[in-house]
């Protein structure tokens, strides 16, 4: 197979915790023969015609992720691993000693610089996104782009999920709230916080603690990307500035390299179009220990009407 025909569907798992066992959400059993959500999302991937998978994980988990999910996975499809370290950083910087927790999003994806070659979609460990956007994506990553985007900005496609889809019923939650062009061009992303369902739609508060009404139908983003090999040089990059712009700085041990952020930057500097690629598919998560029979239900419905068989890896 040629560089050209793979797709990779990157796994950032590197937060999964420091032990596996009970009470790690990523590792909640919710299908019928013992699924967990990368399992499905591992799935509706391999269906979208992705053919390597990449997990980024911490070194000290490798033997029980391996146990864990990996095994089963290497046996069906092309598998990588890559880690996600605190001291991995550039040449002629320093983790400080107080920093607990790798840099973020950014920094998952820039340990993949050695391993990815070719077009790959990012996902989360424990979020279920549906098979609809890793179609859409799988497309985006496989088509040529059209001729009025074949300029010298980055070209990055994004999985647009509608706000209402994306809600807990039992607390607030975070979500990347997009603008989005006539084009389905991103314009921008707000990050906003604390956002409920509420009487006749769903809101969120401001610093202020005033509430603001949101449309229910807006797209919203669930740090579910395609991109192309080249955005890696661009993460090396950034990377190196995000570093010498929060070291010394008192924010050095809390300061994360995040995807939405470093995307809305290029976006604002105009080096990059980004295609946002609507799904009408539900998003399932366990934000809080009350989403699990909700979400373990959800997965039985699923299954039920005939869109999982019962063990998806059945032999």
């Not at 959400?25 to 919710?30: D, G, I, P, V």
């Not at 497309?139 to 990055?156: T, V």
């Not at 998003?283 to 299954?303: C, R």
Request: glycine share 10%.
């Amino acid at each position: 197979m040629s560089e050209k025909e793979k797709t990779s569907l990157v796994i950032m798992a590197a937060g999964i915790g420091s032990r596996f066992g009970q009470g790690i959400k990523q590792l909640t059993r919710f299908g019928p023969a013992g699924e967990i959500i990368m399992d499905y999302s591992i799935y509706d991937a391999l269906q979208a015609g992705f053919n390597r998978v990449v997990f980024v994980i911490r070194k000290d988990l490798e033997a029980d992720f391996r146990e864990v999910i990996g095994k089963r996975i290497e046996q069906r499809v092309d598998t990588a691993y890559v880690f996600q370290e605190k001291d991995d950083l550039p040449e002629g910087f320093q983790c400080p000693p107080e920093r607990k927790k790798p840099w973020g999003t950014g920094q998952a994806i820039l340990a993949c610089r050695s391993a990815v070659k070719e077009p790959f979609c990012v996902i989360n460990a424990d979020d279920y996104y549906g098979k609809q956007a890793f179609s859409r994506i799988h497309d985006w990553l496989s088509s040529p782009m059209p001729g009025e985007l074949c300029s010298s900005r980055h070209q990055i496609c994004m999985a647009g999920f509608v706000l209402d889809h994306t809600l807990s019923d039992h607390g607030g939650v975070t979500r990347g709230v997009c603008s989005v062009d006539g084009a389905g061009r991103l314009i921008g992303i707000r990050e906003t916080k604390n956002i409920i369902r509420c009487e006749g739609g769903c809101e969120a508060a401001d610093e202020n603690g005033i509430s603001h009404a949101l449309d229910p139908k807006a797209l919203v983003s669930m740090n579910m990307w395609g991109f192309h090999a080249d955005f890696l040089d661009v993460l090396q990059d950034g990377f190196v500035s995000f570093l010498k712009k929060n070291l010394g700085t008192g924010q050095e041990t809390k300061a994360e390299f995040l995807l939405p952020i470093i995307v809305d930057e290029m976006l604002q500097a105009h080096d990059a179009d980004v295609s946002v690629l609507k799904t009408e598919d539900r998003w399932f998560g366990v934000t809080y220990q009350e989403d699990i029979p909700s979400v373990k239900e959800s997965f039985l419905t699923l299954t039920r009407q005939g869109v999982y068989p019962e063990n998806l890896w059945k032999l």
